[in-house]
């Protein structure tokens, strides 16, 4: 049989199938002996999906494909090709995507922050200064909660995170959503990050208040230690602003 003609018997069989599905048997097609056969042969190899395989180029639509499927690979896989930061959207603190390609022309410091770390009192008031001092000049702070190191943001987002910054008197700059920074749950963002600026020992984040420092083009040029002082980066800062 010709591959047009196995073509053909496909398409009645199936609009057979669609229009008679409780009663429909390949009997009920005007069909030679051996072309039931090979129906049949045909069936047993080719799940219902493949049809879109077998027929004709114009009856393949998008439709065919998932879109869940899609959301997936961008969530899990794509972040390797981002050619910058803006590229990626996340979450505020309040559930709101927010898309980064807003701090455009912006040098960005990109923390994982933490309310109950023993790094976190100098952090919050060396992050507020570099905030007081450069805001203006174009430095913007992106601070991403994070629990995964000792549990030491137990933090709700929302109202929670505000309260507890503002009682901190961490005026540290915007603040996203809780995310995880390492392994298969890290934020894509984290993920393109740490792609991006390796640290000494690998890419894994160490710990609380790793920094990594964007330029204006969304490229991240450094990476910098949880114990690195945020005020010892302002010579860094300076020269891309």
């Given at each position: ?43 047993v190899l080719l799940p219902v999906s493949c ?191």
């Amino acid at each position: 049989m010709s591959l047009r003609q196995f073509q053909t018997i496909t398409r009645q069989a199936f609009r057979g199938y669609s229009s008679r599905r409780s009663s429909f048997t390949p009997t009920a097609l005007k069909l030679s002996q051996g072309q039931r056969q090979s129906l049949r042969f045909c069936s047993v190899l080719l799940p219902v999906s493949c049809a879109a395989s077998i027929a004709p180029a114009s009856a393949t639509s998008a439709a065919s494909y998932s879109t869940a499927a899609a959301i997936d690979m961008s969530a899990n896989n794509d972040y390797k090709n981002a050619a910058s930061i803006y590229e990626f959207t996340v979450k505020d603190t309040h559930g709101n995507d927010i898309s980064l390609d807003k701090y455009k022309g912006k040098v960005l410091l990109v923390v994982n922050i933490a309310s109950k770390c023993g790094l976190t009192k100098n952090n919050y008031q060396k992050l507020t200064d570099l905030k007081e001092k450069y805001g203006e000049s174009g430095l913007v702070i992106l601070n991403f909660p994070c629990n995964q190191f000792g549990s030491q943001m137990p933090e709700a987002d929302g109202e929670a995170m505000v309260c507890h910054l503002r009682d901190s008197k961490a005026d540290i700059g915007e603040v996203f959503a809780k995310v995880d920074v390492n392994g298969d749950s890290a934020a894509p963002l984290y993920k393109y990050l740490k792609a991006k600026q390796t640290g000494t020992l690998g890419s894994g984040i160490k710990w609380n208040f790793t920094k990594f420092l964007v330029n204006k083009e969304g490229i991240p040029v450094n990476r910098y230690a949880p114990t690195t002082d945020p005020m010892d980066i302002a010579k860094d800062i300076e020269k891309l602003l």
